[in-house]
Every structure is written in structure tokens, then in C-alpha cells.
């Protein structure tokens, strides 16, 4: 057991799946000499070889591309984007094709697409994206995305053993800033399950990723006004644990649906409707929703932070449902 | 032209019905007598056909509520009424159109006029504006709570979670149904509040750990059967005289026609020779075909025979009416559909109404006699026990005969042994010594 950072566990989780199965290998671009833009992968390439930690031009569509014709000759290839938002390059290769190859002739792509997404930082609307909800609309695709180290190991463990392709957002802000216990253990966590972060019985609010901290610190806050409020984790985002958030509900009978990405057809609002249709009866107010402005990410810091749902939002949305 | 669909009349005696279930939404198409809603009152539980054709364009009564008969429950449009009723306002109508825009009162309205039709949809307006949520809404069926009965404290007024719980809290502790441990031993079980429309009849209850006892709301019909029995028994004086029967000789008359019947398309039972029996001991004494208005007797022109069927949870009386008027195949046909109709809950209002006497057959389940309390207003009911072979003194000889013990419960303030007597020899006679010819 070590404390590390988000990044850090992601590096072991990767580092331990390539040393347990010699299939596994890393592609994309600046990830060998270099360690990759954020160093994720610093020191596999002295570890595992350049044949197994392969550096690639500026082509996303050429690195996804090349990632599943490996994993069709039997390789369990980690591609890295260096900006999830470039992922959008990839949008036909990984939507129609790897997604639906199982489907149409039983040929499973066992990759993991993996990039940091998110913004907090400054990153701009190039380098700031949440693009869960392009994702989540197609059948065949995981998608997850963990708010601690420990997650971000078993996450990344459990993606890379996974037959099929999982889109495995990295939230940037966490990188460094996040740190916790990661046992030295082989361990996964199971794509598929939400976690309760601190359990509470007048709100549920349902996020995932950075927004979870957000929530979290909202939630101390309204601590303090005898407000207890219940967050839930995500973890995975595609298949949802909706047994999990339905629980939930049915002991608050109010829920915020918090993320970090624009408001409009985002994920929030699928969950919001199988809240709705699922758990109708337990409702004693509307769901809500808390996103993102509907505009590309600004640059700006003041405009980002004016962007994105703050503590102080989730606080008033909070407040509004408990006096409902 | 709209059509108002008002709650029937069960019967004479009946003054409210319960809405089921409604069979169409707003906005449906709907033809004149395709089934429209399901109804529940004291005599039938019954599918209730729309009287007109168009589109169902109000539902002015919601499933569970219990409102007076005559009472709007809906409103039927014409194809026209669509228009003008459906896109609230096209614009701001500066103009008076002209054709009259809320239809004028269709049809020769029926008894209930202004304070019915008035009363009732400002009460079921009076429950659409307690601000509630689904969650709200579901405890309150669960608890038989009435919302317009707990104050809200939500924004705008909205009852709360926490509103309806600590309502539910308060109530009397018997009240709460059968969840949780019982109460620490109170006094008398308080009147469940307006039940849900739940049958729990019928299917064991079950108890939790430590619970002696489960109260379960009855049904529309149970209450009804509850409070009409207890009333009949307060309105008339009972007596009940038992009569011994030989059936051996309508025995041998359905050996010998039953399969002539059963090509007709009907099985010649017991029912219709006591049917046909009573029929003309009801002609040749009036005062069993009658009632008591006040100081008044009330003689009926027509036989109207109530034949009484059990249910699965419950009882009804349908009628087969003028019934003096049908020939045994015609009796056997009417009694066979009206106990089908019955079973599957698809009588309508007039197979219920008017009756003027009744025949009940305890014996179907085995009791040798019974003593079968009146269907008021009606002042005579006839019970029919098991039809058994029994040893029987004939010509000073022991012969074996199929006999039943035919009970008359009469109303004594309107008759009096001798003629509940006469009325029962006339009976015994006619099933004893049946006319051949007439079968």
C-alpha cells in the first residue's frame, strides 16, 4: 500500500497489465522517450522496448486505426490521445467500426482508448473536452472514468482484461492533485459500478470525475445547514449503474444530476430520464440538472470558472430541492 | 354537440358508484357502446359503454373516486368539439364566435340537474390543485390519505415527503395498514379512511413477525353487501319457513328433455323448474311480488326473478326480467347467460335494476337449507338447500326421492305465515306434480 497520484496509478495499473500479459502494449504519440504529454507513460519505454511502447505521427484516426487491426490479430493494445478532445478524429473508426465488430462478426476489439479530458486548467476549448455523451449513444462502447487513484488502477486494469473496446477518460485536473491509498496488489474494479462517496439522506447527487470533489466539498458545506446530501460516483459511464443511483433515490427523493460537460444532450439528462421513468414514484421534486453552459470552453480563467457548475451552484440547487 | 356520460343507476336503490377504471383516455376516438369505463357500486361491478360516439374530450372523475349516480363523469365531443376544445386559444378572441362555444346542456339533462353536476367537478378541482409529487401521491394511495387534508408546506404550498409522513404519524394508530408491528393493543379499530380500490379478499394475509392481526380494506362490493345485509335485517321483520320438496318427478322431466335443451344450446339445470314454480305462485299471490312504501303496499305488474350468484369475493343479484313472460327454454337461456355475464363482470346496469323477487341456492355448496336474508325493497327471498335422494314415507311405503328443502325468508310486515305458506304450497306443487306439456 502507497499513496499516489491519479496519474501515478494509472502509470502502475498500465506498467503491472503489461508486465502480466506480454499482448498488452501502448501506442500514440510522444508516450516513449518522452513519457507522453502528461508523462503517464515515463519509463515503460525503459522498461518494456519501443516494440512494446510505440510512438506514432500526429494521427489520431492512424493510431485508433492501427490499435484495432492489432487487437484483431490478437494484440490488447492501450492507445493513448494526447487530448481526449482529438478522440472526435476518431468518431467513424470507433463508432462504426470498432463498437459494432462484435456485433457483425464476432470479432471483439479488446483495446482502451485512454486520454485526460476535462478542464479546470485553463486548457481552452481544444484541450478541455468532456465528449462522454458522443460515446454514450453507441451501443458496444464503455465508457469510464475514475475520480480517484485507486480507481484510476483498477479502472485501467479492468478496461485493459475487458474484450471489447472502453473509452477510459483520464480527468486532467486529478492528475496531480488527486492522491490516495493504491494497494501494490492486483486488484480491479469492476466496470459497471457507481460508488456511494459519502452517503447522506435529504439529496442525492450523481457525478462522476472531477465534479465528484466538487460535489463533495458542496455536501460539507451543506453539512453545515443540517442538509445531508449523498454522493454518488459513477465510476462508469457506459454500461450506467442505474440500481445504484435508483437506490439512492428512493431513500432522498431528490437528486442532482451534476457533470462537467455542456448541458444539452449530456449524460445528464439520460440520467435524469431513467430516474424518471424508473424511480417516478419516488420523486418528490423534479430531477436537476447541473452542467456546463451550452459554449465551448473558454480560455479565460474567470469565463471557465463562470462556465463550469461550481460548489456555489450545487449548493442553491441543493437548497432549492430540500425547500421544494 | 358534446355528450355528457354520467354515472348510471345501479338500481333503485343505489345513490353513488365508483369509477374503476377508465378503458379510453382524453383524446380518444371512441364509437357509441364500445366499452368506455368500469364502474363499482353496491349491486354490480360493470363495464359501462359510451352513449355516444366522438372523441372522450374531459374525465372529469378519477379512478377510486365515488361520486353520486347522475353525476358527469365525462364529457363525449363531436368531431367538431375537437377543434374548439383541443389548442386552448388560437388567439385572443376579440370577436364572439358564432356558434356558441361552451355547448349548451346536451340532452334532456337526468334528475340531478344544477347541485350534482355543480358539486361535483369543484370537488375533484379541489383535488387537482393540492400541489403534491408523484412521490407525494403514491403515499397517499398506499395510507388512504385524502391530500386536500394535509396542509402543505412546500413552495407554492406543496405537500411535502415530510408533510404526508408526519400526516400519516398522527393518524389514528389503527389506521396504518399492514405495515409495521401492530399497535400496542388501542381500543377499537378506527374506520379505515376512503380505501384504495384493492381487493385483498380472497388471498391469505399475510402477517409479519409478531403481528396478530392485518387490517385490509374491503372492497366496493364487500362494503356494499355489508351495508345493504345489515339494513335489510333493519327494515324487515324475518321469518323464515321451511318447506320439504320432492324433485323426483323434475328429475325424470330433464332425463327426458335435457338433451332436447342441450341442442338448443342450453343445459336444462334445476333452476328454471323452481324459476317457472315461484313465477306462478308470484301470480297467484301479489303481495310476494311486491314492496313497502311507508304505510303503502307497493304492488309490482311485472315478475322480475333476481337469481343470486356467487362470486369469487362477493355476490350479485342479476334480474331476469318479465320474467313471467318466458317459456322454460327462454327462462334456461336468460338464467345461464345472466350467471356467465355475472362471472365475468359483464353486467350492465339493467341486468341488475328492477327486481322483484329472489331465489338464492345455498344448497350449490352443500347446506341442506338457509335461511337467506331479504334483497330489499323486495319482501320475500326464496332459498334452495341441497337436493339430496332421501328415504321418503310414500303410500304408507319408504321409497327413495330426490328431495331439497325450500326456504321462503318473507318480510312479515306484508305477510303473514298463512300466505308465505300458501305461497309455498303453490310452490312444492308445481315442482311436485310439473306440467309435462310445458317443458
Known amino acids: ?324 | 354537440m358534446s355528450t355528457d356520460v354520467v354515472m348510471p343507476q345501479m338500481g333503485e336503490s343505489i345513490a353513488e358508484g365508483t369509477v374503476v377504471r377508465w378503458l379510453r383516455k382524453v383524446g380518444d376516438e371512441i364509437d357509441r357502446d364500445e366499452p368506455l369505463f368500469e364502474i363499482s357500486t353496491d349491486k354490480v361491478d360493470a363495464e359501462i359503454p359510451s352513449p355516444a360516439a366522438g372523441i372522450l374530450t374531459a374525465i372529469k372523475v378519477h379512478e377510486g373516486e365515488t361520486v353520486p349516480i347522475n353525476s358527469v363523469v365525462a364529457v363525449i365531443g363531436g368531431a367538431d368539439d375537437v377543434a374548439t376544445a383541443a389548442p386552448p386559444a388560437e388567439a385572443a378572441p376579440v370577436i364572439p364566435a358564432p356558434t356558441p362555444p361552451a355547448a349548451p346542456p346536451a340532452a334532456p339533462a337526468p334528475p340531478a340537474p344544477n347541485s350534482l353536476a355543480a358539486a361535483d367537478p369543484s370537488a375533484t378541482a379541489a383535488v387537482e390543485r393540492v400541489r403534491s409529487s408523484p412521490l407525494v401521491r403514491r403515499l397517499a394511495r398506499e395510507h388512504g390519505v385524502d391530500l386536500s387534508q394535509v396542509t402543505g408546506s412546500g413552495s407554492g404550498g406543496r405537500v411535502t415527503k415530510q408533510d404526508i409522513l408526519t400526516h400519516i404519524d398522527r393518524r389514528p394508530a389503527a389506521a396504518s395498514s399492514a405495515a409495521g408491528p401492530p399497535p400496542p393493543s388501542v381500543a377499537p379499530a378506527a374506520p379505515i379512511g376512503p380505501p384504495p380500490v384493492v381487493s385483498a379478499e380472497g388471498t391469505a394475509p399475510t402477517f409479519d413477525a409478531g403481528q396478530s392481526s392485518v387490517a385490509v380494506p374491503m372492497t366496493v362490493m364487500r362494503r356494499r353487501i355489508a351495508e345493504h345485509m345489515v339494513a335489510s335485517r333493519r327494515t324487515s321483520a324475518h321469518v323464515h319457513s321451511i318447506f320439504e320438496v320432492d324433485f323426483s318427478r323434475v328429475q325424470q322431466l330433464r332425463k327426458a328433455h335435457g338433451a332436447r335443451y342441450e341442442q338448443a344450446g342450453t343445459k336444462l339445470t334445476l333452476m328454471p323448474f323452481i324459476a317457472k314454480a315461484v313465477i306462478d305462485a308470484l301470480r297467484a299471490m301479489p303481495i310476494v311480488n311486491a314492496s313497502v312504501d311507508g304505510d303503502r303496499v307497493v304492488y309490482k305488474r311485472d315478475i322480475n326473478l333476481g337469481v343470486a350468484v356467487a362470486l369469487e369475493s362477493g355476490l350479485i343479484v342479476p334480474v331476469v326480467k318479465q320474467a313471467d313472460e318466458k317459456n322454460l327454454l327462454g327462462l334456461s337461456r336468460a338464467i345461464a347467460d345472466l350467471a356467465g355475464r355475472a362471472r365475468a363482470r359483464q353486467l350492465v346496469p339493467a341486468d341488475v335494476q328492477d327486481g322483484t323477487f329472489t331465489i338464492t341456492n345455498p344448497g350449490g355448496f352443500g347446506a341442506v337449507f338457509g335461511l337467506p336474508i331479504i334483497n330489499q325493497p323486495q319482501v320475500a327471498i326464496l332459498g334452495v338447500g341441497s337436493l339430496e335422494k332421501r328415504p321418503v314415507v310414500v303410500n304408507d311405503a319408504i321409497a327413495i326421492r330426490s328431495i331439497a328443502y325450500l326456504t321462503l325468508g318473507f318480510d312479515h310486515r306484508l305477510i303473514d305465515g298463512v300466505v308465505a305458506d300458501q305461497f309455498m304450497g303453490h310452490v312444492k306443487r308445481g315442482l311436485e306434480q310439473f306440467e309435462e306439456s310445458i317443458v
Open chain 1, 1 to 324: 500500500m502507497a499513496e499516489m497520484t491519479y496519474l501515478e496509478a494509472i502509470r502502475q495499473g498500465l506498467a503491472e497489465e503489461m508486465a502480466r500479459d506480454e499482448r498488452v502494449y501502448a501506442i500514440g504519440e510522444d508516450i516513449g522517450a518522452y513519457g507522453g504529454a502528461f508523462k503517464v507513460t515515463e519509463g515503460l519505454l525503459e522498461r518494456f522496448g519501443a516494440e512494446r511502447v510505440i510512438g506514432t505521427p500526429i494521427s489520431e484516426t492512424a493510431i485508433i486505426g492501427a490499435a484495432i487491426g492489432s487487437a484483431y490479430l490478437g494484440m490488447r493494445p492501450v492507445a493513448e490521445l494526447q487530448f481526449i478532445d482529438f478522440v472526435a478524429c476518431c468518431f467513424n473508426i470507433l463508432t462504426n467500426f470498432a463498437a459494432k465488430s462484435r456485433y457483425r462478426w464476432g470479432a471483439g476489439v479488446p483495446m482502451v482508448v485512454r486520454g485526460p479530458c476535462g478542464g479546470g486548467v485553463s486548457g481552452g476549448p481544444f484541450h478541455s473536452a468532456n465528449p462522454e455523451a458522443h460515446f454514450l449513444h453507441t451501443p458496444g462502447l464503455k465508457i469510464v472514468e475514475p475520480s480517484t487513484a485507486y480507481d484510476a488502477k483498477g479502472l485501467i486494469k479492468a478496461a485493459i482484461r475487458d474484450d471489447d473496446p472502453v473509452l477510459f477518460l483520464e480527468h486532467k485536473f486529478l492528475y496531480r492533485r488527486v492522491k490516495d491509498e493504491v494497494p501494490d496488489a492486483d486488484y480491479v474494479v469492476p466496470i459497471g459500478q457507481a460508488v456511494v462517496r459519502r452517503p447522506g439522506d435529504d439529496v442525492t447527487v450523481v457525478t462522476f470525475g472531477a465534479m465528484t470533489y466538487t460535489a463533495l466539498e458542496a455536501a460539507e458545506q451543506l453539512a453545515q445547514r443540517d442538509v445531508e446530501v449523498e454522493v454518488i460516483d459513477l465510476r462508469t459511464l457506459s454500461p450506467l449503474d442505474h440500481e445504484t443511483v435508483l437506490q439512492s433515490v428512493a431513500k432522498t427523493n431528490k437528486v442532482v444530476v451534476l457533470h462537467e460537460a455542456q448541458r444539452t444532450g449530456g449524460i445528464g439528462a439520460e440520467i435524469a430520464a431513467a430516474i424518471t421513468e424508473r424511480g417516478f414514484e419516488h420523486l418528490d421534486a423534479p430531477p436537476v440538472r447541473l452542467a456546463s453552459l451550452d459554449t465551448p470552453v473558454p480560455y479565460n480563467p474567470g469565463l471557465e470558472a463562470a462556465f463550469r457548475p461550481g460548489v456555489e451552484q450545487i449548493v442553491a440547487a441543493v437548497g432549492q430541492l430540500v425547500e421544494y
